[in-house]
Nanobody, 122 residues
Framework: QVQLVESGGGLVQAGGSLSLSCVAS????????MGWFRQAPGKERELVAA????????YYADSVKGRFTISRDNAKNTVYLQMNSLKLEDTAVYYC???????????????WGKGTLVTVSS
């Protein structure tokens, strides 16, 4: 069993930055591919960024490419999402998720955090 706890959300002005963290409890964190998803009001949950456990290959949605960076520290059981140049449309609840596979997608994750709210204001 893995428990995921996100932190770092909050209110930020457009153009600003936020750094999200997700700490995992349990064993074998290094063998989980990790993903950051987000869900805006009235929209489906979407994959924002992912990092594969086998070789740390990263993936970014086109909407955040060049602005967001995902990273992980296996020694600290933590995955991060650095978000720069935030836009109004980045406003959402951000969820951390873990999966044992090498492909990260919404239906393929085994564990989810409860989410942290990011609000970008004008």
């Amino acid at each position: 069993q893995v428990q995921l706890v996100e932190s770092g959300g909050g209110l930020v002005q457009a153009g600003g930055s936020l750094s999200l963290s997700c700490v995992a409890s349990g064993r074998s964190f290094s063998r989980y591919s990790m993903g950051w998803f987000r869900q805006a009001p009235g929209k489906e949950r979407e994959l924002v960024a992912a990092i594969r456990w086998t070789d740390s290959t990263t993936y970014y949605a086109d909407s955040v490419k060049g602005r967001f960076t995902i990273s992980r520290d296996n020694a600290k059981n933590t995955v991060y999402l650095q978000m720069n140049s935030l836009k109004l449309e980045d406003t959402a609840v951000y969820y951390c998720a873990a999966g044992t596979g090498t492909v990260v997608y919404r239906g393929g994750m085994d564990y989810w955090g409860k989410g942290t709210l990011v609000t970008v204001s004008s």
